[in-house]
């Protein structure tokens, strides 16, 4: 008897337990399905997209600078040469077209060179090293493209000039950059609408927005920088943004 009883005491204990478990199971899931559907609801009440735009432009704008540069055994022999120097190179900028009021001409600057056996000097001086900058600024870009490819008929007379190539800038980009990002806005939005029709909902108002960096390359360029790009060795250029916009959907 007393056996029949502790085993049905036990029977009652062990579905007790049982019950328990599954309702607190059931609970746990409820609750774990109520906390998803928050997060799920959390997270798809907006949308992110990116908007661009682009627009070509033309430089308006070049500096130029050449630098000149003479050696010889005596610094005053080296820098009468860059004053000869000098002279043929503004000779032949102004024949080419070029205002006389567009030609900068920096100040000489000299050093010496000196002897060295083995890495260590000698203390020995072997020559003077002379350089002049001579800086054009114009906004003829095209004259002034035409003058730096022509540069070797006055390389052919024997002048040292390093010629470091124009660049070539869009003077009226503070005005674009306002003109485009609001081009790109739009352009961000239509991409949002067509994102949220495609399942079912729609788009709200913004909730935040960052705008990028200007990018100014070669036309049909694809190159981009985190930082911004500006390409100054063409005439030609592409203008382009882009904004991220965040908007609420409902």
Do not use: H
Not at 9 to 20: H, Y
Not at 127 to 146: F, G, T
Not at 176 to 197: C, F, H, N, W, Y
């Amino acid at each position: 008897m007393v056996n029949e009883f502790q085993e049905k005491k036990l029977s009652r204990r062990s579905i007790t337990t049982i019950a328990a478990a599954l309702i607190l199971a059931v609970g746990m899931g409820y609750g774990l399905s109520l906390v998803g559907n928050g997060l799920s609801a959390k997270a798809g009440n907006s949308i992110t997209v990116t908007g661009s735009a682009k627009t070509s432009a033309v430089a308006d704008n070049a500096v130029w600078t050449l630098n000149v540069s003479e050696m010889s055994q005596q610094v005053s022999v080296a820098v009468k040469k860059i004053g000869t120097s000098v002279d043929a190179l503004s000779k032949y900028l102004i024949a080419g077209g070029l205002a006389s009021d567009a030609i900068e001409i920096g100040g000489v600057t000299t050093y010496a060179n000196n002897e060295y056996v083995n890495g260590n000097s000698t203390g020995r001086i072997i020559s003077y090293q002379a350089n002049q900058n001579v800086v054009i600024r114009s906004k003829d870009v095209e004259l002034v493209k035409k003058l730096s490819n022509g540069m070797g008929s006055l390389l052919q007379t024997g002048v040292n000039i390093n010629n470091y190539g124009p660049m070539f800038y869009v003077s009226n980009l503070d005005k674009l950059r306002p003109q485009l990002l609001a081009e790109a806005m739009v352009d961000a939005k239509a991409r949002g609408v067509s994102i949220t029709k495609a399942v079912g909902s729609k788009l709200g108002p913004v909730l935040a927005v960052t705008s990028g960096p200007v990018q100014v390359t070669q036309p049909d360029s694809v190159d981009t920088s985190a930082g911004g790009m500006y390409d100054t060795s063409s005439i030609p250029k592409s203008v382009s943004v882009t904004v991220s916009v965040s908007f609420k959907v409902n």
